[in-house]
């Protein structure tokens, strides 16, 4: 069974700060990995989405890379803003089957 | 964002109770998905359908019903839950056909049992 893990589970830096944050899988056997956003007591904001034969992805502000073989990716996120605050969730989905499967999630907290 | 809407928002129930949740999309897509998430746990993937068929049941318990009677629309009937059941409910769709990967997830049902 794929276990993704997302390190550090909270973090708070001061805005205008660059970070990153960290997610790793079990199973390199993936389809591809998506970062979302999630905001208290809201769904899910698909962010980015890397398939497995890229390297990396960028959107604005935000880059995400894929390391397969070593089962990680990371998002990187430029200039953090107060508005960046929420919690960041990777994802993963098998080679085979319609499943994803998520980490626990990094809460970000971006002080003015 | 109305693409995916869910209903109602917030639910407190009590062990003996049925009820339901309701996802409606907007979005043309064709496969829809139930998800589960509790403090401190990863996101759980309770159900998929694709084409209105069930296609994924991951060991969910039998108190959880799901209906998909229209790629519109997903339901999750609810009876006799326990307290360990709390938790916010997702409810996302995907546009398979178009091979996109993305899911567009609704706002959630925050459900509380008692």
């Known amino acids: 069974k794929q276990e993704v893990t997302q390190i550090p589970a909270a973090l708070s830096v001061p805005e205008g700060e660059n970070l990153v944050l960290n997610c790793s899988f079990t199973d390199s056997a993936i389809y591809n990995l998506q970062w979302f956003r999630q905001d208290p007591g809201k769904g899910l904001t698909s962010l980015l989405l890397i398939q497995s034969s890229q390297r990396e992805q960028t959107s604005g502000r935000l880059n995400a890379s894929l390391d397969k073989s070593s089962g990680r990716s990371t998002l990187y996120i430029a200039a953090s803003q107060p508005g960046d605050s929420a919690t960041y969730l990777c994802?993963?989905?098998?080679?085979?089957?319609?499943?994803?499967?998520f980490g626990t999630g990094t809460s970000l907290t971006v002080i003015p | 964002e109305t693409g995916v809407t869910q209903t109602p928002r917030h639910l407190v129930m009590g062990m003996t109770n049925k009820k339901s949740l309701k996802c409606e999309q907007h979005l043309g897509h064709n496969a829809m998905y139930w998800y589960k998430q509790s403090a401190k746990k990863p996101l759980e993937l309770m159900f998929v359908?694709?084409?209105?068929?069930?296609?994924e049941n991951n060991s969910v318990p039998s108190r959880f019903s799901p209906e998909c009677p229209n790629s519109s629309h997903l339901f999750l009937h609810l009876h006799t839950l326990q307290p360990e059941d709390s938790a916010l409910y997702l409810c996302a769709s995907r546009n398979i056909a178009g091979g996109s990967e993305t899911q567009y997830f609704g706002p959630g049902t925050r459900l509380l049992v008692l």
């Open positions: 994802a993963v989905r098998l080679d085979t089957g319609n499943q994803f499967y």
């Open positions: 359908y694709n084409f209105k068929e069930q296609t």
